[in-house]
């Protein structure tokens, strides 16, 4: 354990809630925050996590507890979590692991405390609108008083907010009886989406976009690693820890069909020569299974400098591995996440080849109708950006028409179950990626018995259907 508490020592954030909504009336349902609370636990990796020329070998995870009453005096407290990425929401070339961690961690007692001294009433949707700028505000502060040298990236603020909104939202099903997504509706949200995201979803409302209940089942998404050993040649000192440690048994120990492979984005033939190599691996895992339908996404993490990159690769690897360039279901945000310092650097013909999705860059419907003025076709959703930003981008995506896929930081226990049912309700989203269960499974173990749907993959499919509790059914009610 790290951290804990419930306050910081810092100063409150000045001026940073304009007047709170509050909704009265004979069908009231509005709340407010009594009490959020926090925790912080580390955790080694089994094997490094490379992605993005970064080498990852621990992970923090937040934890938060909210308090919640409604005008009546009911009461439900709501558990938030996630996995504090650094190394993906704050990638530096001055700052080392420790020290955007340790900004993370600096940046957490802050956000309690703003959350504490809200006392305005809403729905969890109008509890974000208002805490988010406080939140983002105190990323301003804290790079200030830590004196980084460079500010803190808004996607960063944005995780570490994400299990504060999220356990709001889970306190607020929990208190009246029903799954979180069951209350996106104009019973507890009188407001459509134009309140949120502008004129253009005027009449547009959230719940439309949502389902009430979550899928059966979904294929999960296999994380590949840019050091992963795909056989045992790979392999120079084995675990020997009961689990899987290479492709082949991985595919097997889970029935696999959805693999997403981390690439360099800087080296076109170790790129290329990556996915052939996994293409003739799997296939012949695939053939002794019977298996012969299985789909790759491909994820460059900004690395790619132009779209010509993509766009040779996508000719090599089409022309090398044919049958590997068929199964590619999307690529994820291959250049760099500021779309607007190089808006000549557009995605659209490599979007007529193979979707081509945001994730580091979506942190605002401004940055989705960027992103798609600029060729991209989908975009990826992710948890850690906050339950409130999630459903209103997922709502805007699917408004828009654009492909969607919920993707993963490797989120282990209440974090998974919450992307996993984010995932669940949206209609579009086709898989759920989950990669704790290979890199950090010590965080699952205490999980595993309680939704074993969730945890204990078979024939390549996460049982999402069991996510039928209240809240967002991590925990107790």
């Known amino acids: 354990m790290l951290l804990m508490g419930a306050a910081a020592t810092s100063r409150m954030v000045p001026n940073a809630f304009s007047a709170p909504f509050i909704r009265t009336g004979p069908d009231d349902r509005v709340v407010r925050i009594e009490e959020a609370t926090y925790s912080v636990a580390e955790y080694p990796t089994r094997t490094p996590l490379k992605f993005g020329g970064s080498i990852v070998k621990r992970l923090a995870v937040l934890d938060v507890r909210c308090v919640i009453s409604a005008p009546d005096g009911r009461r439900a407290t709501g558990l938030g979590s996630m996995t504090l990425g650094n190394a993906w929401s704050f990638p530096s070339p001055k700052l080392s692991y420790d020290q955007t961690l340790g900004a993370m961690l600096a940046l957490t007692p802050r956000l309690a405390r703003i959350t504490n001294e809200f006392k305005g009433y809403g729905h969890p949707m109008d ?23 460079e500010p803190i990236p808004k996607l960063c603020a944005m995780v570490v907010a994400s299990p504060f909104d999220a356990a709001i939202h889970d306190a607020y099903g929990k208190l009246h009886r029903r799954s979180a997504y069951q209350a996106y509706g104009r019973k ?8 949120y995201l502008g004129a253009e979803f005027k ?17 999960m998404y296999h994380l590949i690693g840019a050091a992963d050993a795909l056989t045992r040649a790979d392999i120079k000192q084995p675990l020997g820890d009961g689990l899987p440690e290479t492709l082949p048994e991985w595919i097997e120990f889970n029935g696999l069909t959805h693999l997403k ?12 020569d990556r996915v052939i190599s996994i293409e003739r691996v799997t296939a012949q895992t695939q ?7 299985w789909v790759y996404s491909l994820d460059f993490n900004e690395k790619c400098r132009h779209v010509d990159y993509v766009l040779e690769f996508i000719a090599r690897v089409k022309e090398k591995a044919p049958a590997g360039f068929s199964r590619i279901q999307y690529i994820e945000q291959p250049t760099a996440r500021d779309l607007a310092a190089d808006r000549q650097n557009v995605m659209h013909k490599a979007a007529k080849l193979v979707p081509i999705v945001i994730d580091e860059s979506l942190t605002s419907l401004e940055m989705l ?16 950006k906050g339950q409130s930003n999630a459903l209103l981008m997922a709502a805007a995506a699917q408004h828009k028409k654009m492909f969607l896929c919920v993707q993963d930081l490797t989120c282990p226990g209440a974090s998974l179950i919450q992307s996993a049912g984010l995932a669940a309700h949206i209609p579009a989203v086709p898989a759920i990626e989950a990669n704790a269960r290979q890199f950090i499974p010590e965080a699952n173990r205490q999980w595993e018995k309680s939704f074993p749907g969730i945890f204990q993959i078979k024939n390549g499919r996460m049982r999402t259907g069991t996510l039928t509790g209240w809240g967002l059914s991590a925990g107790p009610a």
């Not at 208002?130 to 505000?137: F, K, M, S």
């Not at 409302?205 to 979550?214: C, H, N, T």
């Not at 109708?369 to 850690?384: D, H, I, P, S, W």
Request: proline share 5%; with cysteine.
């Open 369 to 384: 109708n960027l992103a798609r003025e600029m060729g991209y076709t989908g975009v990826a959703l992710k948890t850690c």
């Open 127 to 149: 509890l974000n609108a208002q805490l988010e700028p406080a939140w983002l505000a105190a990323a301003v502060e804290a790079e200030k008083e830590l004196n980084l040298g």
């Open 188 to 195: 507890f949200l009188p407001r459509d989406l134009s309140h």
């Open 203 to 219: 009449g547009a409302w959230l719940d439309s976009y949502i389902r009430q209940k979550p899928k059966r089942a979904m294929p």
């Open 287 to 293: 053939k002794k299974r019977g298996v012969s339908k």
């Open 261 to 272: 492979i981390k690439l360099n984005g800087d080296n076109l033939d170790w790129d290329t």
